[in-house]
């Protein structure tokens, strides 16, 4: 059984086709051009799963990895920052368009699924996998597969709150992790410091002055109580960080000291990895799906 992958993403579509061995038979991307609307999108990625079938020696499986999540109780997609996705019943109509079912989950997931499974953690039990970029999301995998909870926010580290009556957060609550740690928030944080608007690349690069060590203090400490926290409730074998501020190297040896230091335990062992699928990982996860 050959493995199809679909990773919706903001600005562009992923299609792979992976064969019994995962080896990647066929792989391309697509823009998704969201400002032509949903039903542009459903043909598009109809589009790409024909593409990929054309290449299969046998039947397929389709997974579909897509930002914001699923609702139990509605079945509609919601937290997307694809706006035109909110609210509509994605899974449905693709499996209508494509007359076959398929199996679909938020971008985190994918991610936290791909690495336990082909990148930094395979072979680990309990696996957290982060993904810090725009947002701040996770994904839970025990044994090899995604653990959802019950109403489907097993993960949401993001949403945890880091700060009482903190930032305001778009979630509606305030002093979430994500309002923190996110790439904007970092970004934002450094301009009510220095008085400039930087990329977080820049930034980086500018950590020597006084106000650049403030803000890598801060940035550590927030990144310390959040994963701690998750450490604390979860326990995992590995926690495997994504998205682009992963690419931090400092997180690997001082953010894990900050996190250390937090966890309720007299022992702390919990490797903090950085990712080896890269953006890859979704596009694999939904496949595996």
Known sequence: MNKIGIDLGG????GILLDDSFNVVERTRIPTQQEKGYKSIINSIVSLVEELKIKASNNVTIGVSAPGAISKKSGLIKNSNTQ?????PL?????????QEIAIDN?????ALAEATLGAAKNHKVVFGVIIGTGVGGGIVINGEVHRGRTYIAG????HTLR???NKCYCGKLGCVETYISGPALEKRWTELTGKTE??????????????QQWKKEFLENFGIGLANV???LDPDVIVLGGGISNISFLYDEGRDAVYDKVFSDLVETPILKNQLGDSAGVFGASLL
């Open 199 to 212: 990329s977080l690349p820049s930034i980086i690069h500018n950590l020597d002055t006084e106000k650049g």
């Open 11 to 14: 600005t562009k579509i992923e």
């Open 91 to 99: 899974k449905e109509d693709l499996k209508q368009a494509l007359d």
């Open 156 to 159: 949401e580290w993001g949403h």
């Open 107 to 111: 971008d985190a997931n994918c991610f």
């Open 164 to 166: 009482i009556n903190g």
């Open 84 to 88: 035109c996705l909110i609210g509509m």
């Open 231 to 233: 450490i604390d409730i």
